[in-house]
Nanobody, 111 residues
Framework: QVHLVESGGGLVQPGGSLRLSCAAS????????TYWYRQPPEKLREWVAW???????AYSNSVRGRFTISRDNAASTVYLQMNDLRVDDTAVYYC?????WGQGTQVTVSS
């Protein structure tokens, strides 16, 4: 059984930064594309970013230039560095690898 555990969420002021982590049991992250999604309050879940096993990455238009996804295969962890956070970045953030999802971590951007 694969487990994904997100961490690093919290409350931050607009313009601030957070780094989310997605840690996986086993070695699944090194062998598959890993995704970050988010679900804002009362909205549908949306894709944020992905990173391929070879390191190639992509971002949604709403976060491109502010968020950076990276991976540490040795640590079986994928990160999401979030800079210049905005109020509308407030959401529960989830990572996904294959068919497996984490439980999510809350990010709240508020003054």
């Amino acid at each position: 059984q694969v487990h994904l555990v997100e961490s690093g969420g919290g409350l931050v002021q607009p313009g601030g930064s957070l780094r989310l982590s997605c840690a996986a049991s086993g070695n699944i992250l090194s062998g598959t594309t890993t995704y970050w999604y988010r679900q804002p309050p009362e909205k549908l879940r949306e894709w944020v970013a992905w990173i391929h096993t070879g390191g190639k990455s992509a971002y949604s238009n709403s976060v491109r230039g502010r968020f950076t996804i990276s991976r540490d295969n040795a640590a079986s962890t994928v990160y999401l560095q979030m800079n210049d956070l905005r109020v509308d970045d407030t959401a529960v953030y989830y990572c996904r690898a294959g068919d497996f999802w984490g439980q999510g971590t809350q990010v709240t951007v508020s003054s």
